[in-house]
């Protein structure tokens, strides 16, 4: 996939990136932006910068969440599957005539 130029705004600041997915670039810069606005609403005597990292922690805290989230559902897909072949495994053994 060919990389596109897009310039984006974030928090007042214009920013150039090469993108591959343009619309999901936008989405996103739009998200830290929101993020950054409510931010700055709540703790207005904050700087800019202190606003831009404790957006960068929030969004952090959230990738962590669902990354454990995912982790717990592969494994329990995981133990799913190993009942499931261990159930299989038995019925073909009790279905084996030989037994």
């Given at each position: 996939m060919s990389k596109k130029k897009l310039k984006i705004n974030i928090f007042?600041?214009?920013?150039?990136?090469?993108?591959?997915?343009?619309?999901m670039a936008k989405e996103l810069a739009d998200y830290v932006n929101d993020l950054m606005r409510d931010m700055k609403d709540e703790m207005p005597e904050q700087a800019n910068e202190t606003i831009a990292v404790l957006a960068a922690l929030n969004i952090?805290?959230?990738?962590?969440?669902?990354?454990?989230?995912?982790?717990?559902?592969?494994?329990?897909?995981?133990?799913?599957?190993?009942?499931?072949?261990?159930?299989?495994?038995e019925k073909d053994i009790s279905a084996d005539p030989s037994n």
């Open positions: 007042g600041k214009d920013y150039s990136l090469l993108v591959e997915n343009e619309e952090a805290s959230d990738l962590f969440v669902e990354k454990n989230r995912c982790r717990e559902y592969s494994i329990q897909a995981t133990d799913r599957i190993k009942k499931l072949r261990l159930l299989i495994s």
